[in-house]
């Protein structure tokens, strides 16, 4: 697992350009086995993000954020919800100072995101909550179902899922998250040097911040952005039929296994005392 953190804050200014979150292709023999995702799942939400927070640990020079979403919950597919809604915890995130740390494997958040989540755990023992992380996150957009990274899901044969090909919907791969106030962004001596780099005076960098709202990364490359066009995609599988097939599914997986354990929200005053090391352990399916 790999750590990239990316100091952003004046992308949100139009001052630097590039984008973020590049990754290669899926493999689709990794991804889209329901029976392996279900047996290493405690509890299969479908759910909508209602709030997005970050958390940053500092030790001794090091630091290392943490997100923590709180998914407000439709239905459940597998398992027993101990409350209509769920907060799980993941490795990475916003470090409040204007950088982002992309942890490979590990998705990204932002209120209004609508998913089916295949959970292992909340996410407050290890770096991500969810069983193979990323491809134990289905996304839902216009009644249709993608997977993490917005390939579409164009059905589901045998217990596994067909993986389409494509961009997919450039709004699955548009990310914002709120910038830090000034005070807390001139902390990081990235953002200083951008500052010089630009020729700006610190008041003057002010002045243009205080219009800043979020900070906008869009993945796809260093030369990919949101104002590039983008591959077609054909439409994902109608998240009705999506979920018929993954209960169905599920009903069968599930007969054989004992009780699961019940799913509580991790806490956000719940924090390690020292940074995560980057490389651990991550939820996988059996």
Excluded: W
Aim: proline content about 8%.
């Amino acid at each position: 697992m790999s750590v990239i953190r990316r100091s952003v804050v004046f992308t949100a200014l139009a001052l630097l350009a590039g984008g973020a979150f590049a990754h290669s292709p899926p493999d689709p023999s990794a991804v889209g086995n329901i029976p392996r995702l279900s047996a290493g799942a405690n509890l299969v939400v479908q759910g909508k993000a209602t709030k997005v927070e970050y958390r940053t640990v500092r030790s001794a020079g090091s630091a290392m954020p943490y997100t923590f979403v709180t998914y407000s919950i439709s239905k459940v597919l597998q398992g027993a919800a101990a409350a209509p809604s769920i907060t799980l915890r993941f490795l990475g995130g916003a470090d409040g100072r204007g950088g982002f740390v992309s942890v490979e494997g590990v998705p990204v958040f932002q209120p209004g995101d609508e998913d089916i989540l295949f959970i292992a755990h909340n996410g407050e023992g290890e770096g991500c909550a969810l069983v193979n992380c990323e491809f134990g996150r289905f996304r839902v957009f216009q009644n249709g179902i993608y997977e993490a990274h917005g390939a579409p899901v164009l059905g589901v044969a045998g217990g596994r899922m067909k993986i389409g090909e494509g961009d997919g919907p450039i709004e699955l791969a548009t990310f914002r998250y709120p910038p830090p106030s000034f005070g807390e962004a001139i902390k990081d001596p990235e953002v200083l040097a951008d500052i010089a780099r630009l020729g700006l005076t610190v008041s003057q960098a002010r002045a243009q911040y205080e219009g800043v709202r979020s900070i906008e990364i869009s993945a796809g490359g260093d030369d990919a952005g949101p104002d590039l066009p983008r591959a077609a995609s054909t439409p994902g599988l109608d998240v009705g039929t999506f979920v018929s097939f993954v209960g169905a599914t599920i009903r069968t997986s599930v007969a054989s296994r004992g009780a699961l354990a019940m799913v509580r929200s991790a806490s956000i005053l719940n924090l390690p005392a020292t940074p995560a090391p980057f490389g651990g352990p991550m939820p996988m399916a059996p």
